[in-house]
């Protein structure tokens, strides 16, 4: 008896349509979703939790219901849930942004480097030397491969196509307003603590996958070192990553103004250029292995 409720083919086309072409480049529903939260928050804002939920709550029922509509009116159409697959699906984009900056911190470009660390992560990068910034390209492929990839497969075979769109509303908002900055520190907390829960499961999964391709190092890190990361979730992917690489991830980290120091993950060096394409590679076989278990569950 499949346990999904869609189409594990529409799945499976969905991963190979962002294989093969990333983003949709015109049109994109995930943008279109950014630019009505960002109008709803000029209306909803306050420096209060219960604002932030009601911030959160309307969006993601909103995302949940249109995913509902999309359901009875197409039920298990491969091509529907394909297409829903393609646009929350974020794997291929990630790692074409940690190749174009790879190539810039091969070629010595610093300067190119810090002005597209942006595509990838917040982390402020006015004061990172190329160490820096080849650090947080691998810290960002590692977390993104759960958030980009793992995760929206994991909940569209959960809970269908209301699962992808709610996953990605959810990892939007937070990437949107769950920072711990002084306008967001309250606004941004029900975000935050959604994405927190949603990603669960599938960042272990994710940490897993890395260490199955990957070997015995990475399950000792993953083990280790994985909850030594401020986020319940990040540091199970960056902790098997930095096993599976042989390189030692976490350190100081600025975000417009505010410093967290984070613990240290892994034994082995400092991580180079070379080693984001190891990274982005390394996430897409996790991709793949996440789309043929899932669609080994159809």
């Known amino acids: 008896m499949s346990l999904m409720r869609v189409s594990g083919e529409g799945l499976l086309l969905g991963v190979a349509l962002d294989a093969l072409f990333g983003d949709p480049k015109r049109w994109h529903p995930v943008a279109g979703f950014g630019k009505v939260a960002s109008a709803a928050e000029k209306w909803v804002y306050g420096d209060s939790r219960w604002r932030g939920v009601v911030y959160a709550g309307v969006l993601v029922g909103g995302a949940g219901a249109v995913g509902v509509a999309l359901e009875r009116v197409a039920g298990r159409s491969v091509l529907v849930t394909a297409g829903c697959t393609w646009v929350v699906l974020g794997g291929t984009s990630l790692g074409r942004e940690g190749l174009v900056m790879a190539r810039l911190l091969e070629g010595g470009e610093?300067?190119?480097a810090r002005g597209?660390?942006?595509h990838l992560c917040a982390r402020d990068p006015r004061g990172l030397d190329e160490a820096g910034l080849v650090?947080?390209?691998v810290e960002s492929v590692a977390e993104n491969t759960s958030d980009a990839a793992v995760a929206p497969l994991v909940w569209g075979a959960v809970a269908g196509i209301p699962g992808l769109l709610v996953y990605?509303?959810?990892n939007t908002l937070d990437a949107m307003v769950g920072y711990r900055s002084p306008r967001y520190e309250r606004f941004g907390w029900a975000a935050a603590r959604l994405d927190d829960a949603l990603n669960w499961v599938p960042a272990r999964a994710t940490g897993a996958l890395v260490a199955l391709f990957s070997?015995?190092?990475s399950w000792r890190v993953l083990w280790r070192d994985g909850?030594?990361?401020?986020?319940?979730?990040a540091g199970?992917?960056?902790a098997a990553f930095a096993g599976a690489l042989g390189v030692r991830l976490g350190g100081v980290n600025e975000y417009g103004g505010r410093v967290e120091r984070r613990p240290e993950m892994g034994d082995g060096r400092a991580p180079e250029a070379r080693d984001i394409r190891r990274a982005v590679g390394l996430s897409a076989a996790v991709t793949?292995?996440?789309a043929a278990i899932v669609w080994s569950l159809r």
Request: net charge positive.
């Open 236 to 238: 199970r992917c960056e």
């Open 135 to 137: 650090r947080a390209v």
């Open 168 to 170: 990605r509303a959810v």
């Open 227 to 233: 909850k030594k990361h401020p986020s319940p979730n």
């Open 110 to 112: 610093l300067e190119g």
């Open 288 to 290: 793949f292995a996440a």
């Open 215 to 217: 070997g015995r190092d």
């Open 116 to 118: 597209r660390l942006s």
